[in-house]
């Protein structure tokens, strides 16, 4: 399994990116799919995960109600829609993917230790 984040970039604060994470290899659907970000000096941190099937999704409090994740098993793709962004949400995103636990809200507390593949991250700056 191989994953290409894009779509990062400098946006002023208030404003919105798109960041994509296509996944190859067989059986996307079969992945639960997680954005995880790492600010300079700090440790990696759970941002958003959206589960197989039905597509349930959990996300760390400090993005709810502006993060949207999303996906498109059709085009092997995982999508995290930004919107109203903050300073502080400057950092390297990161789409992992995973499969060894069923119920996804484990990956919230297990955090970047419960994905077992990831790809390389797109930086994200936000100016005040």
């Known amino acids: 399994v191989q994953l290409q984040a894009s779509g990062g970039g400098l946006v002023q604060a208030g404003g919105s990116l798109r960041l994509s994470c296509e996944v190859s290899?067989?059986?996307?659907?079969?992945?639960?799919m997680g954005w995880f970000r790492q600010a300079p000096g700090k440790e990696r941190e759970f941002v958003a995960v959206?589960?197989?099937?039905?597509?349930?999704?959990y996300y760390t409090d400090s993005v709810k109600g502006r993060f949207t994740i999303s996906r498109d098993n059709a085009k092997n793709t995982v999508y995290l829609q930004m919107n109203s962004l903050k300073p502080e949400d400057t950092a390297v995103y990161y789409c992992?993917?995973?499969?060894?636990?069923?119920?996804?809200?484990?990956?919230?507390?297990?955090?970047?230790?419960?994905?077992?593949?990831w790809g390389k991250g797109t930086q994200v700056t936000v100016s005040s």
């Open positions: 959206i589960s197989r099937g039905v597509g349930t999704t």
């Open positions: 992992a993917a995973d499969q060894k636990y069923s119920i996804s809200y484990t990956y919230t507390i297990k955090g970047p230790s419960g994905m077992d593949y």
């Open positions: 290899g067989r059986s996307f659907s079969s992945y639960v």
